[in-house]
Antibody, heavy 123, light 107 residues
Framework: EAQLLESGGGLVQPGGSLRLSCTASGFPFSRYAMSWVRQAPGKGLELVSG????????SYAESVKGRFTISRDNFKNTQYLQMNSLRAEDTAVYYC????????????????WGQGTVVTVSS | DIQTTQSPSSVSAFVGDRVTITCRTSQSIGSHLNWYQKKPGKAPSLLISMASSLQSGAPSRFSGSGSGTDFTLTIRSLQPEDCATYYCQQGYDTPWTFGQGTRVEIK
C-alpha cells in the first residue's frame, strides 16, 4: 500500500527555521513528482512547493519564494521542505502529496497524501 | 501563475439534490483539472482527475466535466457524507494552484 508519512512539525518562533520530512513507502518514489500543500487555520488549500521526480524542476508559491526550499533524496524515499524566516502566516497543517507529473504538467491529481504535520509559528 | 477561481464559495442543499460547483482558470489548461474533497481533520482526497476521470473508490454520484478554462463538479444526489469542502486544482503548469474551495452543507 502506498503511504506517505510527514514529520518535523512543531512550534517555532517568528524568524526561525524548521525542516519537514516526508517518507514514502509502497511505491517507486523516484518515479513520482512530490509536493507540499498546506492549510492554515480556517483557510483553503495552498500549494506550497512542488518538485519533479528527478528533483531538477522545482516550483514555489509566491508567498514562500526565497524562504522555503524543497528537495528530495530518491535513495532514502524522502522529500524535504526547509523553511526559513518563518512568519505567523506560515502556521498551518503541512501535507506531503504524490502526483503523476512530468515536464511541469500533471497527468493525474495528487492521489496519495500524508496525514499532515502541524507547524505553529508564534512567540 | 495560473489563477483558479471556484464558485460558489458555499452551497446548502437537501439530501438528494443535485449540486454543481464550477471552476474557472485564467488561461486554457486543456483537461488538466482535478477535484478534491476535504473534510476537517483529514487529508484531502482525490475525487476526479483530468477533468472527468473518476478515481477508483469514489462514489459514482460524483462527476466532472469541462475543458479549456471552464470546469464543473457535479454531485448527482447529495448524501450526508458529502458534507465537505471541495477544491479544484490545475495541473497544467507549475505551481499547480488550487481554487479557494466550496463548502457543501446539508439543509
Amino acid at each position: 500500500e502506498a503511504q506517505l508519512l510527514e514529520s518535523g512539525g512543531g512550534l517555532v518562533q517568528p524568524g526561525g527555521s524548521l525542516r519537514l520530512s516526508c517518507t514514502a513507502s509502497g511505491f517507486p518514489f523516484s518515479r513520482y513528482a512530490m509536493s507540499w500543500v498546506r492549510q492554515a487555520p480556517g483557510k483553503g488549500l495552498e500549494l506550497v512547493s512542488g518538485n519533479s521526480a528527478s528533483g531538477d524542476r522545482r516550483s514555489y508559491a509566491e508567498s514562500v519564494k526565497g524562504r522555503f526550499t524543497i528537495s528530495r533524496d530518491n535513495f532514502k524515499n524522502t522529500q524535504y521542505l526547509q523553511m526559513n524566516s518563518l512568519r505567523a502566516e506560515d502556521t498551518a497543517v503541512y501535507y506531503c502529496a504524490r502526483g503523476d507529473c512530468s515536464g511541469g504538467r500533471c497527468y493525474s491529481g495528487f492521489d496519495i497524501w500524508g496525514q499532515g504535520t502541524v507547524v505553529t509559528v508564534s512567540s | 501563475d495560473i489563477q483558479t477561481t471556484q464558485s460558489p464559495s458555499s452551497v446548502s442543499a437537501f439530501v438528494g439534490d443535485r449540486v454543481t460547483i464550477t471552476c474557472r482558470t485564467s488561461q486554457s489548461i486543456g483537461s488538466h483539472l482535478n477535484w478534491y474533497q476535504k473534510k476537517p481533520g483529514k487529508a484531502p482526497s482525490l475525487l476526479i482527475s483530468m477533468a472527468s476521470s473518476l478515481q477508483s473508490g469514489a462514489p459514482s454520484r460524483f462527476s466532472g466535466s469541462g475543458s479549456g478554462t471552464d470546469f464543473t463538479l457535479t454531485i448527482r444526489s447529495l448524501q450526508p457524507e458529502d458534507c465537505a469542502t471541495y477544491y479544484c486544482q490545475q495541473g497544467y503548469d507549475t505551481p499547480w494552484t488550487f481554487g479557494q474551495g466550496t463548502r457543501v452543507e446539508i439543509k
